[in-house]
């Protein structure tokens, strides 16, 4: 597997994490460091992977057989370090999210998620 390959599987697998409330593909996918930051509803949210995860859940999954929007629009990578900004949508929201990448121990991991929320 190509390191773009291994960058978009880890992609699809926070995607369908968030679409499915699917704790385990998001620990997966979130180094247990993980920040995630952006404006929502008016004011600057900063959270925590596990705080992240724990909204997600709270949220719930899209119905069964729902195709999550997983719009990837660039994929940036430099040695062990990649920067993907990917288009998609939660409980009706779309985002671009801006994932920072770092590979570590061989696998790569979501660092860092700053993201827009779209009107």
Same mark, same amino acid.
């Given at each position: /597997? =190509?390191e773009? %390959?291994?960058?978009?599987?880890?992609?699809?697998l926070?995607? !369908?994490? /968030?679409?499915?409330?699917? +704790?385990? &593909?998001?620990?997966?996918?979130?180094?247990?460091?993980a !920040?995630i930051?952006?404006?929502? %509803?008016?004011a600057v949210?900063? /959270?925590t992977?596990d705080?992240? *995860?724990? &909204? *997600?859940?709270? +949220? @719930? $999954?899209?119905?069964?057989g729902t *195709?999550?929007? /997983? #719009?990837?629009?660039?994929i940036?990578?430099?040695?062990? &370090?990649? =920067?993907?900004?990917?288009? !998609? #949508?939660?409980?009706?929201?779309?985002?671009?999210?801006?994932? $920072?990448?770092?590979?570590? !121990? @061989?696998?790569? $991991?979501?660092?860092?998620?700053?993201?827009?929320?779209?009107?």
């Amino acid at each position: /597997m =190509s390191e773009e %390959q291994a960058i978009r599987a880890v992609v699809h697998l926070y995607v !369908d994490g /968030m679409a499915f409330a699917n +704790e385990p &593909a998001l620990r997966k996918a979130l180094h247990p460091r993980a !920040d995630i930051i952006g404006n929502y %509803q008016g004011a600057v949210e900063w /959270m925590t992977r596990d705080e992240f *995860i724990a &909204a *997600i859940v709270e +949220e @719930g $999954s899209a119905p069964p057989g729902t *195709i999550p929007l /997983m #719009e990837i629009e660039l994929i940036d990578i430099e040695g062990d &370090a990649a =920067s993907v900004k990917v288009v !998609d #949508e939660f409980a009706g929201m779309r985002f671009s999210d801006y994932l $920072s990448l770092v590979k570590i !121990d @061989g696998r790569w $991991s979501i660092v860092n998620k700053v993201y827009h929320l779209h009107r």
